[in-house]
């Protein structure tokens, strides 16, 4: 069965703190593993794609990497505007829907 | 990155009325999509589309229907709201390229039925 589970549910950091976000997934031949940052009563806003193990992205203080099971997104450094809740989704086998885990709550505190 | 626009943002409405959610997208995307959302879960697929005239029911059971008559615009109905119906509803649109496709979601709809 396709499953995408993200650790920890809740992230509290001090800002400057860096830390890492966890996502691992089961699905048969990934067809890309999405990050997405939520603002609270907000839509979606998209940060990544990776399609293959080893690949790493990154954008200001966020990086994102691919292993053959997981996904980590590091935050380096991370400010009060960084305070989302991170998802973290694949495609399912059949390709025609994105399978998201419940996500990542980070909260940066001043 | 696309521009998607959802209408209402927020819906209060009673038991038994027929509502009608409306999602736009002006990036010419033949991909749509409509996600369920319940606080603190995972978004789950309710409805999606891969063209004009084309239709097809997700991974979670709904009551509500969609159509695609316009390539842009991608409407999901309920027939007869229920207090079950209170969710918050996600249109979003996606283009494939070299095997490639990214997602991009609108704002939501906010629904409470009473």
């Known amino acids: 069965e396709d499953q995408v589970t993200q650790s920890p549910e809740a992230l509290r950091l001090q800002e400057g703190e860096s830390s890492s976000l966890n996502c691992s997934y089961t699905?048969?031949?990934?067809?890309?593993l999405f990050w997405y940052r939520q603002d609270p009563g907000k839509g979606p806003e998209f940060l990544f794609t990776?399609?293959?193990a080893g690949e790493e992205k990154e954008k200001e203080r966020l990086k994102a990497t691919l292993t053959k099971k997981e996904s980590f997104l590091h935050i380096t450094a991370p400010k009060p505007e960084d305070s989302a809740t991170y998802l973290c989704?694949?495609?399912?086998?059949?390709?025609?829907?994105?399978?998201f885990g419940k996500g990542t709550t980070l909260s940066v505190s001043s | 990155e696309a521009d998607i626009y959802q209408t209402p943002r927020y819906l209060v409405i009673g038991t038994g009325k027929k509502i009608t959610l409306e999602c736009s997208q002006t990036?010419?995307?033949?991909?749509m999509y409509w996600y369920q959302q319940d606080p603190g879960m995972e978004l789950h697929l309710i409805h999606y589309?891969?063209?004009?005239?084309?239709?097809e029911k997700g991974d979670l059971s709904s009551e509500s229907t969609v159509s695609r008559i316009r390539t842009e615009h991608f409407p999901l109905t309920l027939e007869s709201a229920r207090p079950s119906h209170t969710s918050q509803y996600l249109c979003?649109?996606?283009?494939?390229?070299?095997?490639?496709?990214?997602?991009?979601f609108g704002p939501g709809t906010r629904l409470l039925v009473l």
């Open positions: 979003a649109s996606s283009e494939s390229a070299g095997g490639k496709e990214t997602q991009y």
């Open positions: 699905v048969s031949g990934l067809r890309g």
């Open positions: 990776l399609y293959s």
């Open positions: 989704a694949v495609h399912n086998q059949a390709g025609t829907a994105l399978i």
């Open positions: 990036m010419g995307h033949d991909k």
């Open positions: 589309s891969y063209g004009v005239n084309s239709t």
